[in-house]
């Protein structure tokens, strides 16, 4: 089946900087790779996706690049805030369907003000 | 409250206990899930529900039983659980159309397992 792995598990920055979260996935049929932002206490929400048909995709501060030769995806945050702060999960997918995420351990962002 | 709603929001339970969880959709979606939320480790897929059926069981212990009685309620019945089963669990649900995989998570429900 699939694996995701996340890196790093943990990451500070100062506000205003940039932050960079990698994940990378071992199905080469996997083509939906989504990313969810989990706020303490708060439930997961999806906060930018990319396809396979894509590598590069970007919403305001937030951007998301796919290499699929490599085999990994990166959450690219610039200009961060501090209430970018939180857990930040990647995920893989290889069918249509939700239920066939896998999903990454997780990193977990703090911004210093 | 609109989306996904899970109740309770906190359970503690003894390992003899028998308790269940609720989720219920707001959003018209027909698949539903339960994830399975520890520290330090990802989510983890437990049910899918898709159009009331089960369609993924991910090696659960059964003393982890879901029931779907139709598209928009799920429930996760608990019984003679044990410590390290001390979790968030997540509920989810999405439109199963080709290429909508959004999955809408609920709140969770914070379970402790004494």
């Known amino acids: 089946g699939e694996n995701v792995e996340q890196h790093p598990s943990t990451l500070s920055v100062q506000e205003g900087d940039s932050a960079v979260i990698k994940c990378t996935y071992s199905?080469?049929?996997?083509?939906?790779f989504p990313w969810y932002k989990q706020e303490l206490g708060k439930r997961p929400q999806l906060i930018i996706d990319i396809r396979s048909n894509v590598g590069e995709k970007k919403d305001q501060r937030i951007a998301v690049t796919l290499n699929k030769t490599a085999k990994h995806f990166s959450l690219h945050i610039t200009e961060t805030q501090p209430e970018d702060s939180a857990v930040y999960f990647c995920?893989?997918?290889?069918?249509?369907?939700?239920?066939?995420?896998?999903f990454g351990k997780g990193t977990k962002l703090s911004v210093i003000p | 409250e609109t989306g996904v709603t899970q109740t309770p929001r906190h359970l503690v339970m003894g390992m003899t206990n028998k308790k269940s969880l609720k989720c219920e959709q707001h959003l018209g979606h027909n698949a539903m899930y339960w994830y399975k939320q520890s520290a330090k480790k990802p989510l983890e897929l437990m049910f899918v529900?898709?159009?009331?059926?089960?369609?993924e069981n991910n090696s659960v212990p059964s003393r982890f039983s879901p029931e779907c009685p139709n598209s928009s309620h799920l429930f996760l019945h608990l019984h003679t659980l044990q410590p390290e089963d001390s979790a968030l669990y997540l509920c989810a649900s999405s439109q199963e159309t080709t290429g909508n995989t959004e999955a809408f998570f609920g709140q969770g429900t914070r379970l402790t397992v004494v």
């Open positions: 199905d080469s049929a996997s083509n939906y």
């Open positions: 529900y898709n159009f009331k059926e089960q369609t």
């Open positions: 995920a893989a997918s290889s069918g249509a369907g939700s239920y066939q995420l896998t």
